[in-house]
């Protein structure tokens, strides 16, 4: 009897089959975390009025009215007050968030690919290849990252491609490390193991097998450093390495007005809020989506 | 409803057999393979003999066990045959060709010769991927194109058991521990390989379960006049799944022999010790003294001479002033292989057989 | 009067009260849309200085059971119902600060993961005196001195070097032994075992198994053990209890339950066992896989898998029933099976 094979029994016991999409699981495990999800809302307000900036914001971030300077909060015209020209601090704030995201999320976009590159293949090729890039990465990992991306940015310059690049260079290491030690354990995984035996190329391996299964960790560290990074970039602004004025930068704004905060504070602290709410909520959500995509059983 | 094997239209040729049903199907010759484990501060090294010159052969058709506790060495020696893991020293020699030597790397499209099953676990099957993809992936690896493999990738289902209709598009997560083995086996055979390397196949699993998948690989062992080399510290599942057996001590082969042989007269301390501590299923029949005191010694500080004389009821000096060679016991004829002084004739121990010499 | 109780009471003339008895025990967890059973209706008892093995396969509810008996459930989450007593008291019932006196004092518990219960950064003796000084209020000096004895009786070789040792620096099989000595250290009457030796090999699994059974016998505790090995169950069962989908469905003197099973699962288990077969035997095989606990078939929860079921098991489910002395089942049509009522004995 080759009964083995016929398996019509199985079914009957089995656990019916709940046919959902990874990606599905964890949006939905998201959405039901409060915290989180009102921070991704902030977030996404912030962002969709910095891109819309021109149609949100109630007045030209770059017109300067005398009569205005130092306005304080409620007055007409500048509801968030005046800065030291008399410009829309309202407007500025949501222009600026144009260029202060873009400098937070851009350098951990290209640490994510050039660490995440880096570390998949030190991972991933074990031995010297590993020893050679990691040793490499720890030279910058010496440094505190605010004071290695003040230095490469002092070096190249001020403007806002430098600090792009300084800040880029501090979150290549932190992300590739990251990358390797993943690999690393995805790499002794049986299935890899499989994949290897099978005699399928390390590139097609790399690609359907180990990718798939790091992503999502590596993509969850790397979102935790944007609120990191906002801040950084924040800093290099505030020290005239970044942005130079007078495009609205939320770092810019502060270093601008931190001159004022005896004659208006309230006005001096709304650049260094939007700083602080940003960098928190970037944290939250990173936090969330760790969360969503654990292994629950 | 079932699809079996021979029925099936699989997309790549069988590996065709070159050196004749007499050529052994696999030959390792003195495996060795250290682990240097970095210690302490000041970079001392230890170094731990993982498999210390390991010799197997498995002939066309058979199923070879090989029996030991943790640590024996059992798993790296899997590893090392199928080229996994680079040996310190030894070769590989497939169906008279070499498979692999310290200096050379296998061929890809003859590396599917030799394919594993591991335990099962959370990690044995890619966690998203869904059966097709994992099935369809080793196939495609060697130029079938996607659709073609995808296909056959549901047949495999099939012919191990879980109909495709309900199983091809899951993820390992929804199958249960025995269906997650099946799959296993499924991916191993994908590529047609001749050898299976079974590693704990089915430690892991339920007793129920178990025979399922015992019955399963009895089945496609004959189906594809497959070879095995079963890896299990389970004497019972060894001793019905193989025709050969070898057991391993730290690192080393200590005994070999037919399972027939070993079982019906093991002859090494540590075979007889391992056989009489298997439970004995009545309770009216308790084993009452434990055959064996004291746990496996550290790999990294094996004693000296005969790495089991620490444990060895019966050991003497002999034991600890040299390592026993595997040779032929004494009595018994061909096959028998035993690595104890106490069964090597004039080897000084007092248990030892005579010289032939001196019995005439 | 549940069967088995009669029994106990049958069985000396002087009934001793059990050391545990469990009466309609449910335990049901949380599970994706409402609650899902995985204990139904459990009953038990065990006289002082015996040893009952909770035999079944993963999901069976087994290890279920016997953290309910330390009350360890509520804390999980879960949803208890029944009565567990240990000796004559109500676990249910217990006050936090109780449940944790009866951990200590008269309920020792072994996992199969020694390091569960070992904290890595303490040495061995100092954990087991401390446990001792906290249950019993003695000096450190006098529990230092009673870590050495126990030590002694789980026949740790070098005890007083392996007293000042880390858990990490012992081999698996002395972890276990520590962790006895440390479960013993009150000296429980009554000990839970949670697969203690499914993680050992085979040589020092039996003799973990010999060093419980001469435990029980010197200070006559009695002992629950959680296995889904047969021959684990063989070598140191009094009793037996199958498990399956959450319910005991056989129950008896050990040799009567693992030599001649009387429910269709403990029979096709006990074939399913490779011992003794040879090559190209066909094994007997229990086709299919539990039940989904969460969508239990009616009836018989074996029955979609029971090579002897009728029309009449998907209507009823089984309740336990005697089918000789100190050997129940729950199974509709046990008496007609081959093997079973006959003469074990």
């Not at chain 1, 790397?222 to 950084?232: E, R």
């Not at chain 2, 003195?30 to 731990?48: M, N, Q």
């Amino acid at each position: 009897m080759h009964g083995t094979f016929d398996s019509s029994d199985i079914d009957a016991v089995i656990v019916p089959v709940r046919h959902f999409s990874y990606r599905r699981v964890v949006l939905g495990r998201f959405m039901r975390q409060p915290i989180a999800m009102t921070a991704a809302l902030i977030l996404l307000a912030i962002v969709l009025a910095a891109i819309f900036a021109n149609v949100v914001a109630p007045a030209d971030p770059f017109q300067t009215r005398v009569a205005r300077r130092l306005a304080v909060i409620g007055t007409e015209g500048r509801w968030l007050g005046g800065d030291e020209l008399g410009r829309d601090v309202l407007s500025r704030l949501i222009y600026g968030g144009r260029i202060s995201l873009s400098m937070a999320v851009l350098p951990v976009a290209i640490g994510l690919f050039v660490g995440g590159f880096l570390g998949i293949l030190a991972g991933y090729a074990g031995g010297r290849t590993n020893m050679a890039i990691m040793r490499a990465m720890d030279v910058f990992y010496a440094f505190p990252s605010i004071l290695l991306a003040v230095a490469i940015a002092g070096a190249l310059g001020p403007g806002m491609m430098n600090g792009i690049i300084a800040l880029s260079m501090v979150f290549i290491p932190p992300i590739a490390r990251m990358a390797e030690s993943v690999t690393t354990q995805v790499r002794s995984y049986e299935f890899v193991i499989a994949a290897r035996l099978s005699g399928a190329s390390t590139g097609r391996i790399l690609r359907e097998h180990v990718l798939s299964n790091v992503a999502g960790p590596i993509l969850v560290f790397a979102s935790s450093q944007v609120s990191v990074s906002i801040i950084a970039a924040s800093g290099l602004s505030f020290l005239g390495l970044g942005v130079s004025p007078p495009y609205p930068d939320w770092g810019l704004m502060l270093s601008a007005l931190r001159q004022s905060i005896y004659v208006n504070p309230w006005v001096a602290a709304l650049p260094g809020a939007m700083i602080f709410i940003c960098s928190v909520c970037f944290n939250l959500v990173s936090d969330g989506v760790r969360r969503a995509m654990e292994v629950r059983r | 409803m079932s699809v079996t094997f021979s029925a099936m239209q699989a997309p790549l040729p069988p590996i065709e057999d070159r050196g004749g049903p007499s050529q052994p199907l696999l030959i390792a010759r003195g495996l060795r393979k250290e682990f240097r484990l970095a210690d302490g501060l000041f970079g001392g090294r230890t170094v731990v003999h993982a498999v210390d010159d390991l010799s197997l052969t498995v002939n066309k058709g058979e199923t070879v066990g090989i029996v030991g506790e943790s640590g024996c060495g059992k798993s790296t020696a899997a590893r090392l045959i199928a080229g996994i893991t680079p040996a310190d020293d030894g070769e590989v020699v497939f169906d008279g060709e070499s498979f692999w030597t310290p200096r050379t790397r296998i061929d890809a499209e003859r590396r599917r010769a030799i394919q594993m099953v591991f335990q099962d676990s959370a990690s044995s099957l890619n966690p998203r991927m869904t059966l097709t993809e994992t099935l369809a992936f080793g196939p495609r690896a060697h130029g079938v194109p996607t659709a073609v493999a995808r296909t056959y990738a549901r047949d495999l289902l099939a012919a191990v058991g879980l109909p495709p209709s309900r199983f091809a598009e899951r993820y390992p997560i929804q199958l249960s521990g025995g269906q997650r083995q099946r799959v296993n086996i499924a991916r191993a055979l994908a590529i047609r390989p001749r050898l299976l390397i079974l590693d704990e196949p089915v430690s892991a699993l339920d007793k129920s379960v178990e025979a399922q998948v015992l019955n399963l690989l009895v089945a496609l062992r004959e189906e594809l006049s497959l070879s095995y080399v079963f890896i299990s510290h389970d004497l019972n599942v060894v001793r019905y799944i193989a025709d050969r057996v070898v057991v391993m001590y730290l690192g080393q082969v200590v005994e070999e022999a037919t399972s027939a042989q070993i079982f019906a007269a093991p002859r090494h301390p540590y075979t007889r010790a391992l056989f009489a501590s298997k439970p004995s299923l009545d309770p009216r029949r308790r084993i009452e003294a434990p055959p064996l005191t004291g746990d496996p010694p550290d790999p990294v500080n094996p004693p000296s001479g005969c790495r089991f004389r620490t444990r060895c009821p019966i050991a003497e000096a002999v034991c600890a002033a040299a390592k026993p060679p595997l040779a032929a016991a004494a009595p018994e004829g061909e096959g028998h292989k035993v690595a104890c002084w106490a069964a090597q004739p004039g080897s000084g121990h007092s248990l030892a057989p005579r010289p032939m010499g001196a019995l005439q | 009067m549940n069967a088995l109780a009669r029994i106990i009471s049958e069985g000396s003339g002087a009934a001793p009260s059990p050391m545990l008895s469990i009466a309609g025990l449910n335990v049901a967890y949380r599970g994706g849309a409402g609650w899902t059973p995985v204990v139904r209706g459990v009953d038990l008892a065990l006289a002082p200085g015996r040893s009952l093995v909770l035999l079944g396969e993963s999901g069976s509810g087994k290890s279920v059971t016997l953290r309910a008996i330390i009350g360890l459930l509520r804390e999980e989450g879960a949803r208890v119902d029944g009565e567990v007593r240990v000796g004559g008291r109500d676990v249910n019932a217990m006050a936090p600060d109780e449940l944790l006196k009866l951990r200590g004092n008269e309920v020792g518990f072994i996992f199969q993961e020694p390091m569960t219960a070992l904290d890595p950064v303490f040495r061995i003796g100092d954990q087991i005196a401390e446990t001792i000084v906290q249950h019993r209020g003695t000096s450190w000096r006098q529990a230092m001195a009673t870590a050495r004895e126990l030590f002694d009786l789980v026949q740790i070789p070098s005890a007083e070097r392996r007293l000042k040792a880390y858990p990490n620096e012992l081999s698996g099989g002395l972890r276990q032994r520590a962790m006895i000595a440390m479960a013993m250290s009150c000296d429980p009457r009554l000990l839970l075992a949670d697969e203690p030796t499914t993680a050992l090999d085979a040589t020092v699994q039996i003799q973990v198994l010999l060093l419980l059974r001469e435990i029980q016998k010197e200070r006559g505790t009695a002992m629950v053990f959680v296995t889904h090995d047969l021959g684990v169950a063989a070598e140191i069962a009094d009793e037996v209890a199958v498990m399956y989908a959450g319910r005991i469905v056989e129950q008896g003197d050990a040799a009567q339950v693992l030599l001649n099973p009387s429910h269709p699962y403990t029979h096709a288990l006990t074939g399913c066992v490779v011992q003794g077969s040879y090559r190209d035997h066909r094994l007997g095989e229990l086709a299919g896989a539990p039940p989904d606990l969460a969508q239990l078939p009616p009836g018989c929860s074996f029955a979609p898998r029971c090579a002897r079921r009728q029309e009449d098991c998907r209507l009823t489910d089984p309740a336990r029933r005697p089918v000789a002395p100190r050997h129940d089942v729950a199974c509709l049509h046990a008496a007609d099976l081959p093997a079973g009522t006959a003469g074990g004995r």
